[in-house]
């Protein structure tokens, strides 16, 4: 209130602070030296606009504790509490900064909003997020391989033949990865950086040739349309 009061007190002698949108206000924030630190808080700044749709257009300081609950809430029933921590923190701390070193805010909407808490609310049994992981049974294998639509069959294969290589670094592969001569690719990997060389087996060396074919032009990666969506965020 006491905030409000002087801005106030400056618009009426011209000499009022802009408060900016939410959007404005994420998109000057400097990004960081690390870039995939910088990749995920740019992403969770993308997923928390598009879920407050025209309300990221109004001043930052018209959001609030509810909206960034109901946020949580909807992003831990759509993806795990491990991103859903990610994304609590990076806002968290955006609103820190609108809040203690610019003065735009006078309370930070996103830091009552317990991700543990609400993740036992949402599904008691499963609230410490300690998932159960099972392996594949031979159908289900089967059908990712054989019935998944084009091109994801060929996705899953490429991981599965590779060892159960990330679905992201699959995406992203380039063609140049690929020694044909000695039946092996080498790639760094996105999330460890290391580099890592693997043979391709038969099975897989059939596919990729037949994929080879199928695109008809020279491209730089193995799938160009999901290599952009992967690389687009």
Known sequence: KALDAVRSVAEMHGTATRIPTLREFLAGIPATTSESSEKNRRRSFKVFMEYLGADADKRIDSITYNQCREFIREQLRQVSRKTVMQYHTYIMRAFSDAQDIHGLITRNPMRPVSVAQEAKMINPERGADKQEKEVFTPQEMYRLLHEAPAPWCNIVAVSFYLGGLRIGDVCTMR???????????????????????????????????????????????????????????
């Open 175 to 233: 063609w140049d990865a690929i020694n044909w001569g000695r039946a092996e690719v080498t790639l760094i990997e996105e999330k460890t950086k290391r580099c890592r060389r693997l043979p391709v087996i038969p099975p897989l060396m059939d596919i990729l040739q037949q994929m080879k074919c199928e695109q008809g032009r020279q491209e730089e990666y193995l799938f160009p349309m999901q290599a952009h969506m992967f690389l687009g965020g």
